[in-house]
Structure formats: C-alpha cells, structure tokens
C-alpha cells in the first residue's frame, strides 16, 4: 500500500509550482480583449492589463519604453494618417478634377 501511494506521488510530482501543478491549471482569468485583440481582459475587473480599455486613455509607462515602441504610430496600418504628407503637400484639396495632360500635351 505504501510503494503504491509513492509511486503515485512520483508521476503526480509535488504539491509545488513545477510540473505536477501544471495539470491542475484549468481556470482562465484573462480573456480577449476587444481594443488591443490581446489576451489581456480580466474577466472578474474588466479591465485589459495591456491597453487599459475600458479606459479612453491607452494605458502606456515610461518605465516600459520598449513597450510604448511597440504599440506606438506607425507600427499599424495608418489607414488615415499615412496619406497626410501628401495631402497637406497639395493644400488639402478636394473635389477638384485633374488637368488631362493628353490636351496639354498636344498644343
């Protein structure tokens, strides 16, 4: 009786943090999160441990400069802003047609 209770704590491991404790892990306390798509939402707060949502400020540190790299302007699409240099280089104009420089080109 006693070799097989040993035998069995053997493969079960400790009642430590290492791998015997691993199998026990089945509760998850961060979800999705909706701004960032991380999973970072904790689900009993509601509150995203990466970005900060619900907040309307995005949560960023000093400390974590490497971080605030990361997530900075310019590491996504910019489906907005990578077209100002061009526009306020031509006054942001709008509605306006181009001149044809077929008929131009022809005189």
Known sequence: LDAKSSAQN???GKAGKGTGSFGKR???SHSSCPRCG?????????VCSACGYPAARTRRYNWG??????????????????????RFKNGFREGTQAVSK???GSD
């Open 38 to 46: 991380r999973r970072s939402l904790h689900l009993q707060k509601g």
């Open 102 to 104: 077929k008929a131009s």
């Open 10 to 12: 053997s493969t079960m």
């Open 65 to 86: 400069y490497k971080a605030i790299r990361r997530k900075t302007t310019g590491t996504g699409r910019m489906r907005y802003m990578r077209h100002l240099p061009r």
């Open 26 to 28: 089945r509760n998850k």
